[in-house]
């Protein structure tokens, strides 16, 4: 005899077991009758749990909450920097040039400024230096008789015991000077041949014929509180004799000492180059 389990799966989900048996070697009789069919078998134990199934799509958005209200507004931020100034505009187009006006004729040539008063003369009495030039003065080109230099003498700077010595220089401008050069000296209360007084008529002279070109001339005067004393003489030195010349000189008041130059020819030109007055005393 031979015995089988065999299994058998419902449709409910539960497996029942049954028991299969056959007998072997023996005769089969005639059949007898069928035995009563067996009661149910006990339901058999729940099977287990199935596997979770898969998830669910996920649900639609939920629609967008409303705006929340503004902040309030932040502090104003501290003022920008001041941009550069901007670089300078281009210079306009100049204007043309209005035509140049006529020259006016030239006017005649001024007379020399005065010079500075002298200082006072020293306590000791020594020897004085008045004033002096190193330079020409106004120049004579006509035969008009010509201030060239002037020294002012102030008031007061002679005493009633005094020797005034004047040097002055004559020169002919030009090689082609050939005429006669005349030259004056005077005295006068003010820079100006107008009025003024000779201090010696002698008119000192240097020939022309082109030879002559500078000429040195010297005079010394006594003074003795009225009037200057000297001699009239051609000669340009005082090596020499000569008439006596006396001329008044009012020691209170300013006197100028004038140096005048003259051309005895119309072409030529004159001029005095150098003075210097001393006084003693």
Same mark, same amino acid.
């Given at each position: ?20 048996? /056959?007998?072997?070697?023996l005769?089969? *009789?005639?059949?007898? @009758? ?12 729940n099977?287990? /749990?199935?596997t ?10 939920? %629609?967008?909450? =409303? ?9 104003s931020?501290?003022?920008? @920097?001041?941009g550069?100034?901007?670089?300078s ?8 040039s209005? %035509?140049?006006?006529?020259s006016?004729?030239?006017? =005649? ?6 010079s ?6 020293? %306590? ?15 120049? *004579?080109?006509? =035969? ?20 005034? !010595? ?11 000077n050939?005429? !006669?050069?005349?030259?004056?000296i ?10 003024? +007084?000779?201090?010696?008529?002698t ?6 014929? %082109? ?8 005079r ?5 509180? +009225? ?12 090596y020499? @004799?000569?008439?006596? !010349?006396?001329?008044?000189? @009012?020691?209170t !008041? ?8 003259q ?19």
């Amino acid at each position: 005899m031979a015995l089988n389990n065999t299994q058998l799966n419902r449709l409910d989900g539960i497996t029942k077991e049954y028991v299969d048996f /056959s007998i072997s070697g023996l005769t089969a *009789s005639a059949g007898g @009758t069928s035995g009563t069919s067996g009661t149910s078998g006990i339901d058999g134990a729940n099977g287990p /749990s199935g596997t979770s199934g898969s998830s669910g799509s996920s649900g639609s958005s939920g %629609s967008s909450g =409303t705006s929340g209200s503004s902040g309030s507004s932040g502090s104003s931020g501290s003022s920008g @920097t001041s941009g550069s100034s901007g670089s300078s505009g281009s210079s306009g187009t100049r204007g043309t040039s209005g %035509s140049s006006g006529t020259s006016g004729s030239s006017g =005649t040539s001024g007379s020399s400024g005065t010079s500075g008063s002298s200082g006072s003369s020293g %306590s000791n009495g020594a020897m004085k230096l008045l004033g002096f030039s190193g330079v020409v003065g106004t120049p *004579s080109n006509s =035969t008009n008789n010509v201030l060239s230099h002037s020294l002012l003498i102030s008031a007061n700077t002679l005493s009633s015991n005094n020797i005034l !010595q004047l040097v002055w220089r004559m020169k002919r401008i030009g090689a082609s000077n050939a005429g !006669q050069i005349f030259s004056r000296i005077y005295h006068n209360t003010s820079s100006s041949l107008t009025g003024a +007084t000779l201090l010696v008529s002698t008119i000192f002279t240097m020939n022309g014929g %082109s030879t002559q070109f500078l000429g040195y001339c010297e005079r010394n005067f006594a003074y003795d509180g +009225t009037s200057l004393i000297t001699y009239i003489n051609a000669a340009f030195s005082e090596y020499t @004799t000569g008439t006596i !010349q006396t001329t008044a000189f @009012t020691k209170t !008041q300013d006197n100028y000492i004038i140096f005048a130059i003259q051309c005895g020819n119309a072409a030529d030109t004159a001029n005095i180059d150098l003075y210097k007055i001393f006084l003693y005393g």
